[in-house]
Structure formats: structure tokens, C-alpha cells
């Protein structure tokens, strides 16, 4: 698949100054619906519920996708014309920061750091997200809220993770690359997730002018958060893109995280620690307190 940003070369283009005419008020909505009716249909009735309205697929499975103030309103009228077996929403706010786009590197990371699409956002930040599969589920993990996740867990429903496909994260490469002339990408610790062989392969086979500079930072949830929260503020008034490189490996080293932890099973589940470990920590009902790094996670107390 070619970019747009190829297709349409010199023929597309947008404006520094833009800015999407939200409300504050206003919510994305992405859901699927087995209509009753043929698509052409349903977008018509769909026309004073929202904006930026995008359908696509077929009656008996068609993905519906807006703006919309008034979510009550939008599925008391997707229920009218079928069957709602899957909702998606997202806050949409007003951006209240510029992006570091004019600096002299962009910056990329991971969702599996916990930076909300509104952090990545007011920092400038491209965010790659990864999935979370919750019983028969499937979700962008920047797209769930945390207290739904851990409802869910909290109710014995099995919930898992699962990386973006292959094509799915070589078009990000792909897009991010045309969008910027340097970009450093804060790559999810290879022992956690295939990401950095992921990029690495694709940047041997793309990226001849260097454009992508990747780094693995052997780190996570919040330990990458805040590493590539000071980068992106850093890189705004940083004066070449090596400075903005060698700050984002101190950042990396510097950076840690301490997780206390309720339960050991999930440890286990993950194959962090042996099972038999787990079960006797939970039986003793010990609570550790540890430091996820690439290697098993060291303990630091209980």
C-alpha cells in the first residue's frame, strides 16, 4: 500500500496552522453494525448524528465511524437500523499545545509506555499502540479505559495483549517517516515485545537516508512513559537531533519504576516468574515491590 503522502504528492498539503474545529464536548466513535439496511442507507440516516462520518463494509457487517456531542443519540439511532456488536469511543479535546513537529527531530514511541492519546498529543509524540484482547474483545489499548481493564480482570474475564500485525506497523514507519525529516523512535524493550526487530527489518529494507533512528530501550510501561515524555520536551528546544538522541539514552538509563504488585498470578501467567513461585507468594499473601527490566524482574521488598 502507497502513503497518500505518495499518491497525491505535491497535490496534498496542510496547513501548519490547522487545527480540527472540535467541541469540547465532542466524542470519536468507532463501532460495527449488522444493518438491516444496505450502506448507502444507513449513512443517510446517519447524517445529523455527527461528523466526519466514514462507513465502510457491507450490510451485514458495516464500520461506522464519527464525531459526534451526543453518544446516547447516535446508538438509540444505530440500534433503529440493526444490531451494535462493537462500541470504541474517545474523548476528543481541544489541542492545547503546539507539536514539536519544527524541532529538529520528531519523536516516537510506544503505547505499552501508558501515555494517553492525550499526552502523545499535546507533546507531539507519534504513539504506536498495541491491543488488548478482553474475552471476546478486541482494543486499541490507548482507546480502553483502566478502570473498565481492571474490572474486567477483577471479574475473572481473561484479558491478554497482542501486537499491532507486521503490516499494520510498517505503515506507521512508512507514514511517520514521510511526515517528518528525523524521527527517533523510543522502541517497548525487545524482551517485552518483537517491535524493535519489527523496525529494525523494515528500516534495513526502507529507510536508505537514515531518517529513523531506533533505540531499544529495554524498558516499559511507566519506565518508557517518562523517558519519552522528557525526550519529547526536550527535542522542542534542543538545537540538532544528535543532542535529542544522546538525552533520550540518559533519559533511558536514568529512568525507573517501581511496581507494587495486589497479585503474582499475572507474573506468573506471563512467564515472568515460575508458577510455582506465584502460587506460594499468593498462598503466603506476600506483595512484592519490583523493577521491570529486561532481564526477570528483581524484587526490591515486599
Not at 69 to 84: F, H, I, K, M, N
Not at 182 to 202: F, K
Request: aromatic share 6%; net charge neutral.
Amino acid at each position: 500500500m502507497r502513503p497518500v503522502t505518495e499518491i497525491f504528492t505535491t497535490g496534498l498539503s496542510i496547513d501548519a496552522r490547522y487545527a480540527p474545529a472540535l467541541q469540547a464536548d465532542d466524542y470519536c466513535v468507532n463501532t460495527l453494525l449488522h444493518a438491516a439496511a444496505d450502506l448507502q442507507t444507513v449513512q443517510q440516516n446517519l447524517r445529523d448524528c455527527g461528523s466526519s462520518i466514514v462507513l465502510s463494509g457491507r450490510a451485514d457487517r458495516i464500520k461506522v465511524h464519527l464525531h459526534t456531542p451526543d453518544r446516547d443519540r447516535l446508538r438509540r439511532r444505530l440500534t433503529e437500523l440493526g444490531t451494535v456488536t462493537e462500541w470504541c469511543e474517545e474523548h476528543l479535546t481541544v489541542p492545547t499545545e503546539t507539536s514539536n513537529a519544527a524541532g529538529p527531530i520528531h519523536i516516537m514511541t510506544d503505547a505499552a509506555g501508558s501515555l494517553t492519546r492525550e499526552d502523545a498529543r499535546q507533546l507531539g509524540v507519534t504513539l504506536l499502540s498495541s491491543y488488548l484482547t478482553i474475552g471476546d474483545r478486541v482494543v486499541p489499548e490507548t482507546l480502553l479505559d483502566p478502570t473498565d481493564l481492571y474490572a474486567a480482570m477483577a471479574a475473572g474475564i481473561r484479558v491478554t495483549t497482542a501486537q499491532a500485525s507486521v503490516f499494520e506497523r510498517r505503515q506507521s514507519y512508512q507514514s511517520v517517516i514521510q511526515r517528518f525529516d528525523r524521527v527517533l523512535y523510543l522502541c517497548v524493550g525487545a524482551v517485552y515485545t518483537g517491535n524493535y526487530q519489527t523496525a529494525t527489518r523494515w528500516q534495513a529494507e526502507n529507510d536508505a537516508p537514515q531518517r529513523l533512528t531506533i533505540i531499544d530501550t529495554g524498558s516499559a510501561s511507566g519506565r518508557l512513559g517518562i523517558a519519552a515524555m522528557a525526550t519529547a520536551r526536550f527535542a522542542r528546544t534542543a538545537d540538532n537531533a544528535g543532542d535529542v538522541e544522546t538525552f533520550a539514552r540518559t533519559a533511558v538509563t536514568n529512568s525507573r519504576e517501581l511496581v507494587f504488585l495486589d497479585t503474582l498470578k499475572y507474573l506468573a501467567a506471563g512467564g515472568r516468574i515460575s508458577k510455582t513461585k506465584g502460587f506460594f507468594g499468593d498462598l503466603l499473601h506476600l506483595k512484592p515491590i519490583i523493577s521491570p527490566e529486561p532481564e526477570a524482574p528483581p524484587r526490591w521488598g515486599w
